[in-house]
């Protein structure tokens, strides 16, 4: 059943060339965004969406060279490949990865910033696009859950630890023949408690 | 209290903490993400059509250009296999609605070659536009294909579909829409 589910959901919606088979593979080079296959070149116009409604003019300086390579290789890693596991869009070596960096490297060149940048990708695929999730709100639980639960933690071994060290507790003797005891006394203090 | 039944206690807590958690889980398809679009204005693009126009010409589209009109934008591509499937109901859609409503067909990585004999051998009702470097499935925030977004006569995104689309779901909301106002 699970599996059927499984399959369903898996069919229902394809991630953008997730069928390739390198698409987790690590290639962060830049010239994966040079020579990236571009099938639909043509001479057909670009969407060429322009981000200053959503952020703002660009608030630095226009970017070239190697200023430009370190800045898109700088976001690009902050950003998830959406149809990766776990790999950033400077990782993925996917055409949706490929496609974004050079979104990216476009943005960065015309002088939006890095905060910009993030901006204007998040207010179009949510903050999921963002590979490393913001310090608020529901988000502190990822941020501080570990360390709560290793405190946590350690809190239950040192006090399994010290309850070990409580003194035992005064044992009595088992119920004898009034008559019996000093021999059973004598026979304890011969061989000792811990043997009884 | 002992401590024996007091760690039990513990771990049973973080058990069914986890299990309330995986159980949540399950519940949501895990391919719908909700867009942070819905209720924002569509992003503009200006695309070619692989079809040409009436008259012969090269057939451009603005999608700013459309306002006045509800309409349907369908990130596809012939390499995906739930776009096959939902190709038929969006085509029975568009007749259904007739020019009422806009459609629009955007073609997401993949080659132009592939596009027509696709669209040869499965029919064509509405245009179908080449996204150039995926811009416009960026601006829209497309995670894969096909998704679907539906955008009242304001430009304003109203609506998105991941997977194939549904008849009377998709009919009703377009239905709707056309009773708006501008």
């Known amino acids: 059943m699970n599996i059927l589910l499984l399959a369903t959901l898996l069919t229902a919606h394809s991630p953008a060339r997730a069928e390739e088979p390198n698409a987790g593979s690590p290639v962060p080079t830049r010239s994966a965004v040079a020579s990236a296959p571009q099938d639909m070149t043509a001479d057909a116009p670009a969407a060429s969406s322009d981000p200053t409604p959503i952020v703002g003019p660009p608030a630095g300086p226009p970017l070239s060279g190697k200023a430009l390579e370190d800045a898109t290789r700088t976001i690009a890693s902050q950003l998830r490949c959406p149809v990766c596991q776990g790999l950033s869009v400077a990782d993925s070596p996917s055409e949706s990865a490929v496609a974004i960096k050079r979104e990216v490297e476009r943005l960065a060149a015309q002088g939006y910033t890095e905060a910009q940048c993030l901006l204007y990708f998040e207010a179009s695929y949510g903050e999921f696009i963002r590979l490393e999730p913001k310090a608020e709100g529901l988000n502190l639980l990822v941020w501080a859950g570990p360390g709560a639960l290793l405190v946590f933690g350690l809190g239950v071994i040192a006090w399994m630890r010290l309850g070990n060290r409580k003194p035992p507790a005064p044992r009595t003797l088992p119920p004898v023949d009034p008559a019996l005891e000093p021999f059973v006394r004598q026979v304890y203090a011969v061989v000792g408690e811990g043997q009884s | ?182």
């Not at chain 2, 692989?50 to 306002?67: H, R, T, Y």
């Not at chain 2, 779901?169 to 708006?180: C, N, P």
């Open chain 2, 1 to 182: 209290m002992k401590r024996g039944p007091m760690i039990l206690l513990g771990g049973l807590s973080v058990v069914a903490v986890l299990v309330a958690v995986l159980a949540s889980g399950f519940q949501h398809d895990p391919h719908e993400i909700a867009s942070p679009m819905i209720g924002k204005p569509a992003p503009d693009f200006t695309l070619k059509a692989i079809e040409p126009a009436a008259d012969g010409s090269e057939q451009i589209v603005k999608l700013s250009l459309q306002k006045g009109h509800p309409v349907v934008v369908n990130f596809w591509a012939t390499w995906c296999i739930p776009c096959q499937q939902e190709h038929s109901t969006l085509l029975a859609i568009s007749r259904e609605f007739g020019g009422a409503v806009h459609f629009f067909g955007l073609v997401y990585q993949d080659k132009p070659e592939a596009i027509d004999a696709w669209l040869n051998s499965r029919g064509r009702a509405y245009p179908t536009l080449i996204d150039v470097g995926s811009q416009a499935a960026i601006a829209f925030g497309v995670y894969g294909v096909p998704e679907t977004f539906v955008i009242d006569k304001k430009g304003v995104i109203r609506q998105k579909f991941t997977g194939g689309v549904d008849y009377d779901e998709v009919s009703a909301l377009l239905a709707g829409l056309l009773k708006e106002g501008t």
